[in-house]
């Protein structure tokens, strides 16, 4: 599914949305995740998942054609983790018994 | 590093949508929500979801395997399982280091 499958999902089940308030939907969700984690926050959303970023020290990398070394900069990468009851639902209802 | 680092939840996304949107609070939060359950639905049903400039998220089959409780060190079976991975897309991981 593609964000633009999921617009038009959303917007089949919703009739009463316009189009245009249905992509304005997923790009503000979207967006404002985005911004918290540039932001330095987290976002937590039960069931689902936390989203996060996590911090990656600076480290001599290599290039792996011709083996030679390359600083690489501290950066911040994102994170996803996974909800439990997603995490559930993904493997039936016997998981994590 | 933002030292003040806070949490956003649901809440804060619903008032996102219903200052862009112009939907009333409650709808706003019903729609939110119906956004994570379609994205649910689709990943229960097997399929990846590519959210353009933000990422992907999709399915891996992890193989059967024997654990063992680290504390106590009694064998246990592992069954088969799908594990949900997200691969941020090159705009996000910009975002995160500008």
């Known amino acids: 599914m593609t964000r633009s499958e999921l617009v038009q999902r959303l917007a089949s089940l919703h009739p009463h949305l316009m189009q245009r308030d249905a ?12 911004d918290a984690l540039a932001e330095g926050n987290r976002v937590e959303l039960r069931g689902f998942g936390m989203f996060s970023a996590k ?14 070394s390359v600083p690489v900069d501290e950066k911040a990468v994102p994170f996803f983790k996974t909800g439990k009851q997603l ?5 039936g209802s016997e998981a994590g018994s | 590093m933002n ?3 806070s949490t956003l939840t649901r809440a804060d996304l619903s ?17 939110v929500d119906a956004v994570l359950e379609e994205i649910s639905i689709a990943l229960d049903n ?7 400039s933000f990422g ?6 992890k193989a059967e395997r024997t654990g063992r409780n ?10 088969p399982r799908r594990v949900l991975t997200f691969r941020p897309s090159h705009l996000l991981r910009e975002r995160i280091n500008r």
């Open chain 1, 55 to 68: 911090q990656r020290s600076a480290r001599i990398g290599r290039n792996p054609r011709t083996g030679e």
């Open chain 2, 15 to 31: 008032e996102a949508v219903y200052r862009q949107v112009g939907l009333s609070r409650n709808e706003s939060a019903l729609l």
């Open chain 2, 3 to 5: 030292l003040a680092a």
């Open chain 2, 70 to 79: 680290p504390k106590t060190k009694v064998e246990v079976p592992i069954k």
């Open chain 2, 46 to 52: 097997g399929e990846e979801v590519k959210i353009s």
């Open chain 2, 56 to 61: 992907t998220f999709s399915l891996r089959q």
């Open chain 1, 87 to 91: 995490r559930e639902r993904l493997n």
């Open chain 1, 23 to 34: 992509e304005a939907i997923v790009s503000t969700l979207f967006e404002t995740i985005g």
